[in-house]
């Protein structure tokens, strides 16, 4: 079994009419870049984009957080915003929201998940890519894969999986340092709700099998806002999940996406939408969304990847589709009012603050008599 460490960065660079999809030509240069440059580096790579974001997913043996990875991930990155910057592209480099480079993107805007495996006679896994949304966005599909048999037989049906599962939950609104709490299923299934049901501030970073001691999920936890200290994007989160054997089958991981969940995102990051799952390289267009994820299965061997399947392009999933456009009409119709926009605490990073601060000068306490 060798073992290897599977990558994803991701970022939005540049779109062409605004927040619909990348040029072709950029995507081109950031495709060139790692085949040029990730040369001795990379065993092998894919990208790809979801509504406005490159995705790059590579397969190496440097372990996670490696600095030259990350450093070839976000020089790819900056070579693709000139060329964005020259083809006149909205939100060319929005994403980078540092100057230099400091050891690893994570912090710095783009959007990271990797996984260390030891690789298995058949290893098969699945890599999400969300946009227009938040990284919270996947906390219910989690749930319902990894600690619902209503979802996932395989807690039924498998020893292994039914020994649980190690959920590792970060509090993103935490800003000073990383703030985890480890909770188990099934015995903690309920603390684990109480969290998960807040996707603003409590986030799953990654999951474990309690049967084998090993990983079989990690998502992105970047929130942009705290980065940068104002609105500038949503945090179009990335998830890489290992499935099969000790691990949920496909169609376990897959299962929850046809709820499509109200999230947070949609336009301008302040609203509320569900969830669509779109085949590959789909772009954006509804109200700046709705938010989508993507999904694609990959084999791999010897850190080689086969080419992806495309897990949402299939007839049923063309009828979530037109279920979840519904449902992104429903909220729309309620425009601005209520439950349709994001809270207030979240909303601070907007320009409501500053209209909710000069309103607050022409309040007038009237006086009793």
Request: aromatic share 10%.
């Amino acid at each position: 079994m060798a073992k290897i460490t599977l990558s994803i960065i991701k970022a939005d660079i540049g779109s062409i009419g605004g927040h619909i999809k990348p040029s072709q030509k950029l995507l081109q240069s950031v495709e060139n870049y790692i085949k040029e440059k990730g040369k001795g580096l990379l065993i092998d790579y894919y990208v790809g984009h979801t509504g406005d974001d490159i995705a790059i997913l590579s397969t190496h043996k440097r372990g996670t957080l490696d600095s030259k990875v990350h450093k070839l991930c976000w020089d790819a990155f900056v070579a693709g915003t000139k060329v964005a910057k020259a083809q006149g592209l909205y939100g060319a480099g929005q994403d980078l929201l540092k100057e230099g480079f400091t050891g690893n993107v994570k912090g710095m805007g783009p959007a990271v998940a990797e996984l260390d495996i030891e690789e298995r006679p058949a290893e098969s896994f699945l890599m999400f890519a969300a946009d227009k949304t938040e990284p919270g966005a996947y906390n219910l599909s989690l749930y319902l894969t990894f600690a619902d048999p209503m979802h996932n037989a395989g807690l039924l049906l498998s020893p292994e999986i039914k020994k649980g599962f190690k959920f590792v939950i970060m509090d993103v609104a935490y800003t000073k340092a990383d703030r985890f709490i480890e909770l188990y299923t099934p015995e903690n299934i309920y603390d684990i709700a109480v969290l998960l049901r807040e996707p603003g501030r409590f986030v799953v970073e990654s999951i474990w099998s309690r049967a084998s001691k090993e990983q079989t999920a990690s998502v992105s936890t970047t929130r942009l806002h705290n980065i940068a200290g104002k609105y500038v994007g949503k945090d179009d989160p990335v998830a890489l999940i290992r499935t099969q054997k000790d691990f949920p089958a496909t169609g376990e991981v897959l299962s929850p996406y046809t709820i499509g969940p109200y999230v947070a995102g949609f336009m301008r990051g302040s609203h509320i939408g569900p969830l669509m799952p779109v085949k590959k390289n789909s772009a954006i267009s509804f109200f700046d969304g709705p938010p989508v994820v993507s999904c694609l299965g990959f084999s791999v061997k010897d850190g080689k990847l086969t080419e992806p399947a495309d897990a949402f392009d299939h007839p049923y999933w063309d009828y979530v589709r037109h279920s979840v456009s519904r449902k992104a009409e429903e909220i729309r119709r309620q425009g601005f009012y209520g439950a349709a926009m994001l809270s207030m605490s979240e909303l601070e990073y907007t320009g409501v603050v500053a209209s909710l601060k000069e309103l607050e000068k022409k309040f007038v306490i009237k006086k009793s008599k």
